[in-house]
């Protein structure tokens, strides 16, 4: 029995492109299987070696052999199915959230990272790519915990240099956020934060990529990607927790360091009042 259209397409790793291409798909599955390759083009807003490149990757020996699978293999559309995709990209973070859920019912080894993010000073926080955004906002909620925290937004020679400083300077642990697609510089900077002695934590997307083998410890959430561009809720839902069991092992510095800062955040009038 073939694969469904939804299995076929979800095990794959499509390109922004060919999510767009998918998306067309399984919202007018009846329609494109009467489309060339050109229509189906023009439908999903993407160019004609972007639909030839999908079929590739999909298995198929050209667009006429995959125009014969959409005959015979035609899901329901997505509306039919309960929802429009929007909310299916919702339901997708849900479910993803319900796994990391799971995998916190155990939280030791998460405290124990906790730990010993909590016990290097500095502690050095790196991402590039869609990782970056990431990668700001966990060394951002960690900075109102821990004494130095160092965000390292370049690579090469210049991640380099920033790292053997802060080396010198007493760090013992670098935390790098890589979520699909992994770029090359994550690679580059765990190996160079391995060469120098640190220790690496590495937060991504699944426990095994190719990315893992570099990396001392692993964190994962699973990434939702049911829409043109990957959903990282769950992997924000970890950095959270992460920062809280960093406040956890820290205890009462930590408490002081909040407080601090609310006080700062008083007098010079920060923020807005609701």
């Known amino acids: 029995m073939p694969r469904s259209l939804h299995e076929l397409l979800t095990a794959h790793r499509l390109t922004p492109a060919q999510r767009r291409i998918a998306s067309y798909l399984l919202e ?5 299987a009467a489309l060339t390759s050109a229509e189906l083009a023009e439908h999903a807003q993407v160019s004609q070696p972007s639909v030839t490149r999908f079929v590739a990757l999909l298995g198929f020996d050209g667009y006429g052999d995959f125009r014969r699978y959409l005959r015979t293999a035609t899901p329901e559309p997505v509306a039919a199915r309960g929802g429009n995709k929007f909310q299916a990209a919702i339901d997708a973070d849900l479910r993803n959230l319900a796994v990391l859920r799971a995998q916190l019912a155990d939280d030791t080894r998460l405290r124990k990272l906790a730990a010993r993010l909590m016990a290097s000073t500095p502690l050095l926080v790196a ?3 869609v990782s970056a955004a990431q990668a700001a906002s966990f060394a951002y909620l960690a900075t109102k915990i821990h004494p130095d925290v160092r965000l390292l937004t370049d690579a090469g020679s210049v991640f380099g240099d920033q790292l053997r400083h802060a080396h010198r300077a007493g760090a013992k642990t670098l935390v790098l956020l890589a979520l699909p697609r992994y770029p090359r510089e994550s690679a580059a900077a765990l190996d160079q934060a391995r060469d120098l002695g640190l220790h690496t934590l590495l937060i991504t997307d699944r426990p095994v990529t190719a990315l893992t ?3 001392d410890d692993v964190l994962s959430a699973p990434v939702a990607t049911a829409s043109v561009f990957d959903s990282h809720a769950a992997v924000v839902s970890l950095t ?11 205890g009462a510095s930590a408490r002081q360091r909040l407080e601090g800062f609310e006080d700062y955040a008083a007098q010079h009038d920060l923020f807005l009042r609701e």
């Open 127 to 129: 991402g590039y790519r």
């Open 213 to 215: 083998p570099r990396a």
């Open 240 to 250: 959270v927790a992460l920062v809280e069991a960093m406040a956890d092992a820290a």
């Open 28 to 32: 007018r599955p009846r329609d494109a």
